[in-house]
């Protein structure tokens, strides 16, 4: 450790303890996380984009299964994907998140 900070260009300054480990993929992604739940003010743009979801969802993923819940004042949108990282990609890709 003491070599690396020694190389280091001295504006960076790295503090990180966890150089070096490893991890294990299973404590990042949990296998039955595979239900993306958002939830939308209920307006009309809402349902649009409700919609433009689950069909972008269904042209990605073809077995993704979904439901839409309705309130007086929410849509809430469920998308249950057959596995953790295509809900993952889903959210990356649609949702920026």
Do not use: P, R, W
């Not at 993306?36 to 077995?63: C, G, N, R, Y």
């Not at 469920?78 to 953790?84: I, M, N, R, S, T």
């Amino acid at each position: 450790m003491k070599a690396i900070k020694e190389a280091q260009n001295l504006d960076i300054n790295d503090n990180c303890t966890t150089c070096g480990s490893t991890l294990d993929i299973g404590a990042v992604i949990n296998e039955e996380d595979n239900v993306l739940e958002i939830k939308l003010d209920l307006t009309e743009q809402a349902e649009l984009e409700v919609i433009s979801l689950v069909s972008e969802a269904q042209k990605q993923f073809e077995t993704v299964k979904y439901t839409i819940d309705k309130s007086e004042h929410s849509l809430i949108l469920k998308l249950e994907f057959d596995v953790a990282v295509e809900k993952m990609l889903f959210q990356i890709q649609k949702l920026g998140l």
